[in-house]
């Protein structure tokens, strides 16, 4: 595996204030049944990930190592486009039920969502 495709800490969100720059200062969202990925610009250079497994949504560390897993290869495989992204993925009941197929789709799906949302200025303060 070539250094570019590694997924290494310059990629992940790694403490707390991380974490909570994303969760208190979301400039978007992209929900689905099963997870849920708040993103907010940042000033690295290149998209930076963290994960939200909880024991509570799902049970067995097998499946939440899983998810983990193909969250981290999709996002790997992301193109590192304009603008950098610090990205939450939060997941909810009924994720480990999903195949690594259906996961992959539907990050995929997500992060498109996500990116266009970003993309376009807000329309939530326009009278």
């Not at 969760?23 to 929900?31: L, P, Q, T, W, Y």
């Not at 290149?46 to 939440?64: D, E, P, S, T």
């Not at 495989?77 to 789709?105: C, F, I, K, M, Y």
Request: glycine letters at 4%; one cysteine or more.
């Amino acid at each position: 595996m070539s250094a570019d495709a590694s997924f290494g800490k310059a990629r992940r969100l790694l403490n707390a204030k991380d974490y909570s720059r994303v969760f208190d200062g979301a400039e978007a969202k992209a929900s689905h049944q099963h997870l849920l990925l708040l993103a907010r610009c940042n000033d690295e250079p290149g998209h930076r990930l963290g994960l939200v497994i909880a024991k509570k949504n799902v049970r067995l560390a097998v499946q939440r190592n899983r998810v983990k897993r193909v969250a981290r290869e999709v996002f790997r495989q992301l193109p590192d486009s304009e603008p950098h992204l610090d990205v939450v993925l939060l997941a909810r009941r009924g994720l480990d039920q999903l195949d690594n197929a259906q996961l992959s789709t539907i990050l995929r799906q997500q992060w498109q969502k996500l990116t266009r949302h970003v993309a376009q200025p807000s329309q939530d303060n326009l009278p």
